[in-house]
C-alpha cells in the first residue's frame, strides 16, 4: 500500500496587496492600502507580514500589487527585505479568486503547499502550527479563524432581565475568517480565472470535507486593518505589548 508522505512546511506565500482601502482614506490617497503605518512602528502593515512570513520559514513571497502599485513596488525595491520578493500586478480586475489564482502562478514551486494572506492583517501567530494541523487533516485548503472583539460594549442579563455587567470590547462568540490560509499545491487549479473563491472554491470544499479552520491560539494578536480606528487601535495595543 503507497503512502503520501507529509508535506512540508511552506517556505512560500502570496500576499494580496491590490486593494483600494477607500475606508482608510485619507491615509490611502497616496498609498496602497498595505503601505499604510501603523503609527508609533515605522514601518508599513506590509514591512510587518513580510518580517513574519520570513520568521516563519518563508523564503520566497509572490505580492500581488493593485491600487498604486507603484508605491509598494518602489518601497519593495527599496526595502532591506528579509526573503525574495516577486510583484504581480493584474491587468484587468480579476476578482479575489481570479487575482489569488495569478499570483499563485508566479510562485517558485508550484509543486509544494503555501500560505496566503490579505495584505490588511496584522497578526503573530505560528505559522508552522497552522501548517502541521492543515497535514493532519488532509486539507486542500485551511483558514485561519480568530474571534474579534466586537466595537462596543457588551450587556450581561440575568433570566428576570436585570441587567448583571457590563464587558467592554468583548470577544464575539463567532469564530471568522481571519485571512490567512494554507493550501495545498492542487487548490490553484481549483481557482477561477476571475471570480470570487470564496463563493465558488471554499464551499465545494467545505461540502467535500476538504477546508479546514485553524484556531488562532488564544493571546495570540490578530487584527485588521480597514479604518483609521483601526489604525489608533492597533497603536495601543502594540505599545501594551511592549509594556
Not at 493584474?90 to 495584505?119: I, M, S, V
Not at 486593518?225 to 505599545?239: H, M, N, Q
Request: glycine residues 8%; contains cysteine; charged residues 20%.
Amino acid at each position: 500500500m503507497t503512502t503520501t508522505a507529509p508535506s512540508a512546511t511552506p517556505t512560500q506565500a502570496v500576499v494580496l496587496a491590490g486593494g483600494q482601502g477607500s475606508r482608510l482614506r485619507p491615509y490611502t490617497d497616496d498609498r496602497p492600502k498595505p503601505m499604510v503605518e501603523i503609527p508609533g512602528t515605522g514601518t508599513p502593515i506590509i514591512g510587518h507580514q513580510l518580517s513574519w512570513l520570513a520568521e516563519e520559514g518563508v523564503t520566497d513571497a509572490v505580492v500581488s500589487c493593485g491600487h498604486l502599485a507603484e508605491v509598494l513596488q518602489d518601497w519593495l525595491d527599496s526595502a532591506d527585505l528579509p526573503l525574495n520578493v516577486t510583484t504581480v500586478v493584474e491587468k484587468e480586475p480579476l476578482g479575489r479568486g481570479g487575482g489569488l489564482k495569478f499570483a499563485a502562478a508566479h510562485l517558485p514551486h508550484p509543486d509544494r503547499a503555501w500560505y496566503a494572506t490579505n495584505g490588511d492583517i496584522w497578526t503573530r501567530f505560528s505559522l508552522r502550527e497552522m501548517a502541521a494541523f492543515h497535514t493532519e487533516r488532509g486539507a486542500t485548503a485551511t483558514l485561519a479563524l480568530a474571534r474579534p472583539r466586537i466595537p462596543w460594549g457588551a450587556v450581561e442579563t440575568d433570566s428576570f432581565g436585570h441587567i448583571t455587567d457590563f464587558i467592554e470590547s468583548p470577544p464575539t462568540s463567532y469564530e471568522i475568517n481571519a485571512g490567512v490560509y494554507v493550501f495545498a499545491p492542487e487548490f490553484a487549479g481549483l481557482l477561477p480565472d476571475v471570480g470570487d473563491h470564496e463563493r465558488a472554491t471554499f464551499p465545494q470544499l467545505a461540502r467535500a470535507r476538504r477546508l479546514a479552520g485553524f484556531p488562532i491560539p488564544q493571546g495570540a494578536y490578530w487584527r485588521a486593518i480597514d479604518t483609521a480606528k483601526d489604525l489608533t487601535e492597533a497603536a495601543k495595543e502594540l505599545a501594551a505589548l511592549k509594556r
